[in-house]
């Protein structure tokens, strides 16, 4: 089995990019309420703070920051996928290898992750995750997409409820927003 390097920071801040295996699936959002329970059950079990997050049809962006002393995000990811992929019914192709290994084949098996480092990455990052709805061409602004922290940070006064609404923030620019030209 290959061996990924992974960042160890016992209570660092993380980027994460977590996808479905068929990305043109809608079952995150056709399925929100057993997602948030998998969460929930988790984080009961193995705490972590949930800084930003956006919920897309196929694909999940997260900031988490763990607790101290703790860097274990692996283990959190896996449980909250295997939590949520037990409630599916069982409908979606699996390669040999996956049947093999008594995998399911609703996650694709890896995922990105990135340790913020300042405040500056953090800044970015979490501009990303909440103009990522609008990059996809869900919706034409980003205050429109009900799953994502945006409101939790227009609740607390960190956005303005019209962020992203900008004419320089339009779908053009938004579809690279964060990413390097």
């Given at each position: 089995?290959?061996?990924?390097?992974?960042d160890?920071?016992a209570?660092?801040?993380?980027?994460?990019?977590?996808?479905?295996?068929e990305?043109?699936?809608?079952?995150l959002v056709?399925?929100?309420d057993?997602?948030?329970?998998?969460?929930?059950?988790?984080?009961?079990?193995?705490?972590f703070d949930?800084n930003?997050?956006?919920?897309l049809?196929?694909?999940?962006?997260?900031?988490?920051?763990?607790?101290e002393?703790d860097a274990d995000?692996a283990?959190?990811?896996?449980?909250?996928?295997?939590?949520?992929?037990?409630a599916?019914?069982?409908?979606?192709?699996?390669s040999?290898?996956?049947?093999?290994?008594?995998e399911?084949?609703?996650?694709?098996?890896?995922?990105w992750?990135h340790?913020?480092?300042?405040e500056?990455?953090?800044?970015?990052?979490?501009?990303?995750?909440?103009?990522?709805?609008?990059?996809?061409?869900?919706?034409?602004r980003?205050?429109?997409?009900?799953?994502?922290?945006?409101?939790?940070?227009?609740?607390?006064?960190l956005l303005?409820?019209?962020?992203g609404?900008?004419?320089?923030?339009?779908?053009?620019?938004?579809?690279?927003?964060?990413?390097?030209e």
């Open positions: 089995m290959t061996q990924y390097r992974r160890s920071t209570g660092g801040t993380w980027f994460f990019t977590v996808n479905l295996a990305r043109r699936s809608a079952l056709d399925e929100i057993t997602l948030r329970a998998a969460f929930g059950s988790v984080r009961t079990r193995h705490p949930v930003a997050i956006v919920i049809p196929d694909h999940i962006h997260a900031i988490w920051t763990l607790p002393g995000f283990l959190r990811w896996r449980l909250i996928k295997t939590t949520f992929s037990r599916q019914p069982a409908f979606e192709r699996r040999e290898s996956r049947k093999a290994r008594h399911r084949g609703i996650w694709q098996r890896r995922y992750e340790r913020i480092r300042d500056r990455d953090m800044s970015a990052h979490v501009d990303y995750i909440h103009i990522n709805p609008l990059k996809h061409d869900h919706v034409s980003v205050r429109d997409w009900p799953w994502s922290s945006f409101h939790r940070y227009v609740r607390a006064g303005p409820g019209d962020w609404d900008a004419p320089d923030l339009g779908s053009d620019s938004a579809r690279s927003f964060g990413e390097r």
